[in-house]
């Protein structure tokens, strides 16, 4: 066979000619070989002569730019947590906004593994404010320079000073719900920074639904704060925002859950992830006695008499006032928990449930469209269920609908709710890695920086 081929090469190439063919060959590899050689002193050379190469700069996490903080009178922050008793007609409020808005440390909780129990705070919806505030003063990107900062934050706690004003039955004015806003922004537009911009890189932070700030006329709901003129270009970070002002951007309600370490994030995980879930749905809500065929008491006579499925909290009356471990466990046992709206549409309970790993059913699309997009995706079908509420009052049945989804289905929804925890939560400020604070301030540090840009445009 070889001789065959070699009788057929030779018919067309002679001996001689393969010969000189192979010596040119080696030849040309000897010289590349030399060549090489020579090169490799050469660049070893170059390497050692020349000065080491400086070392790479590493990624700064402020390349978006640094903020300022306002030194504020201590009248808009400050005093009025020195004021906490007087801050509500009833009830104290410094054991609320103690810990740096935390809120005082959870005595009872659910069985979780230890180590997470110190973690684990009754921090109230509404104190946001105190959080940014104190999170932002150990910000890494913060300078106490203003000339060298891209945006500036105005730490006034408007939800706390205006709050007591908000109750209906006591005759408070329109004026008492707005003076001390006002006063705010006469102090502001002196400042030198303000002066330079009119507020179009300046942000604020409030812990209450936008609409708490949004009264038109006098004898309305609310403080004035949003409307008012100065208000104009400031960025708002709110806990439910107005989807269609693009002015503000919503940050997650606070959750109980302040973890120390990226540790703690990993084991709370691992926890919710395995859970044995035994009810299909929660419903951990009041009846609202004064509201004329109140969904929620539609949702709490329906969750009791579907016992083979619902778990029930019922919190009428003011028994889920300070939290309950009850409904922790509730969550935790649960595929599903129920979110009508309340007040407002959208509800700190839908991060709780999120929280224990249980996937939230909404009724109304403005629960979730358009709100906190920076922290959950603008694709809420991913990791929630829709059921429009007047298909429940015309008698579908929310059971039925649950039960349609394959264990797959919710296997898959519910790995991706656990996997946004890291972006809802607030952590301690010590590196749980990002946290909601973070993404909040990346996001609205990267909106002033475009607005300017296009402005310059
Ligand atoms: C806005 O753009 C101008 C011009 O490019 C620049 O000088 C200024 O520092 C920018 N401001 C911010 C807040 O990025
Ligand atoms: C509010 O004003 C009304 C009418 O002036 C009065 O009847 C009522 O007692 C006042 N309520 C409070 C809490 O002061
Ligand atoms: C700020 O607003 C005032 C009053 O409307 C205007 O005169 C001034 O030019 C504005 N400054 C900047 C930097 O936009
Ligand atoms: C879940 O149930 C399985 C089977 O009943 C059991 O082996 C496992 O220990 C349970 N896990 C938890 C976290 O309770
Ligand atoms: C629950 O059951 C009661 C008694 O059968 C019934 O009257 C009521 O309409 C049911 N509620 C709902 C929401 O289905």
Not at 139 to 150: G, L, M
Not at 151 to 163: K, Q, R, S
Not at 431 to 438: E, L, Q, V
């Amino acid at each position: 066979m070889l001789e065959n081929l070699n009788f057929k090469l030779d018919k067309f190439f002679p001996r001689k000619t393969i010969h000189s063919l192979l010596l040119f060959l080696f030849k040309c590899s000897l010289l590349l070989l030399i060549l090489l050689l020579l090169f490799q002193i050469y660049s070893l050379r170059s390497i050692l002569s020349s000065p080491p190469p400086p070392p790479l700069k590493p990624p700064s996490r402020c390349d978006a730019g640094l903020v300022y903080v306002y030194d504020l009178p201590p009248a808009f922050n400050a005093d009025l947590l020195r004021n906490c008793r007087d801050l509500d007609p009833w009830i104290s409020k410094c054991n609320t906004l103690s810990n740096a808005g935390f809120g005082p440390r959870a005595t009872s909780l659910p069985a979780m593994p230890e180590s997470l129990t110190s973690s684990w705070y009754w921090t109230d919806m509404f104190a946001a404010e105190v959080m940014y505030h104190a999170r932002i003063m150990k910000h890494e990107c913060r300078t106490t320079e203003p000339e060298s900062a891209t945006a500036f934050y105005i730490p006034f706690y408007a939800g706390v000073a205006v709050g007591k004003y908000l109750f209906t039955n006591r005759n408070y004015t329109a004026r008492d719900r707005d003076y001390q806003c006002e006063d705010m922004l006469t102090w502001l537009k002196d400042q030198p920074p303000w002066r330079r911009s009119n507020g179009s890189d300046h942000f604020i932070l409030l812990g209450r639904m936008t609409w708490d700030f949004r009264r038109k006329r006098d004898e309305d709901w609310g403080s004035s704060f949003v409307y008012m003129p100065l208000m104009k270009q400031i960025v708002r970070l709110t806990i439910e925002r107005d989807p269609w002002d693009h002015g503000e951007i919503s940050v997650p309600y606070p959750t109980g859950f302040h973890p120390k370490s990226k540790l703690e994030v990993d084991q709370w995980i691992d926890f919710v992830t395995s859970r044995n879930r035994t009810s299909l749905f929660t419903f951990v809500g009041a009846k609202r006695n004064k509201i004329k065929d109140d969904f929620r008491s539609l949702l709490l006579s329906y969750c009791f008499n579907e016992t083979g499925s619902c778990r029930v909290v019922d919190c009428s009356g003011s028994r889920c006032y300070k939290g309950t471990p009850e409904i922790q466990e509730a969550f935790l046992g649960s595929d599903f928990c129920l979110q009508p709206r309340g007040d407002a549409h959208t509800r700190r309970s839908t991060f709780d449930c999120m929280l224990a790993g249980s996937i939230p059913v909404f009724f109304w699309r403005r629960s979730i469209e358009h709100q906190y997009e920076l922290f959950l995706g603008d694709e809420p079908d991913r990791f929630s269920v829709f059921i429009d509420w007047k298909d429940v009052r015309n008698g579908v049945s929310i059971r039925k609908v649950l039960e349609g989804y394959s264990r797959e289905e919710v296997r898959r929804m519910r790995e991706k709710v656990i996997s946004l925890i890291p972006n809802f939560i607030y952590g301690d400020g010590n590196g749980i890695g990002k946290d909601a604070f973070d993404i909040a301030t990346d996001g609205v540090i990267k909106k002033i920086k475009d607005q300017n840009e296009s402005n310059m445009r």
